[in-house]
């Protein structure tokens, strides 16, 4: 045990092992999404992101059961498409954020 102890790093230096793996993943196109057209589809659309006060476990478990239908339906075989939402000017956000700013 001492000499496996005397071995390790003082540290993890993940680079080294990200870099393989996600060299391993571009090469096998596992980025790009494939359609069979004869599986049955299946989606969720998360509404665009917004100020609503602090973030809680609901925030947590919310994307996390999405995650796991998502999985689920696509271990099941259906074509399945999980899109996050997006707000391109992020105007309301930013409301929210420079009001509370100008609170402090």
């Known amino acids: 045990m001492a000499d ?6 003082k540290s993890y230096d993940p680079e080294p092992i990200e870099d393989k793996w996600y060299a391993r993943w571009i090469d096998s196109d ?3 999404a494939r359609v ?4 049955e589809a299946f989606s969720i659309v ?3 992101p917004n100020v609503t006060g602090s973030l809680h476990m609901g925030h947590a478990f919310n994307h996390t059961f ?3 239908v998502c999985r689920f339906k696509r271990m099941r075989g259906y074509n399945v ?3 996050p939402g997006t ?13 509370r700013l100008a609170g402090e």
């Not at 496996?4 to 790093?9: L, P, Q, R, V």
């Open 81 to 83: 498409l999980w899109l």
């Open 46 to 48: 998360i509404p665009p």
């Open 66 to 68: 999405q995650d796991i």
């Open 36 to 39: 069979d057209k004869n599986k």
């Open 30 to 32: 596992l980025f790009k």
């Open 87 to 99: 707000d391109h000017a992020g105007i309301a956000t930013q409301n929210v954020v420079e009001r």
């Open 4 to 9: 496996i102890m005397e071995s390790m790093a």
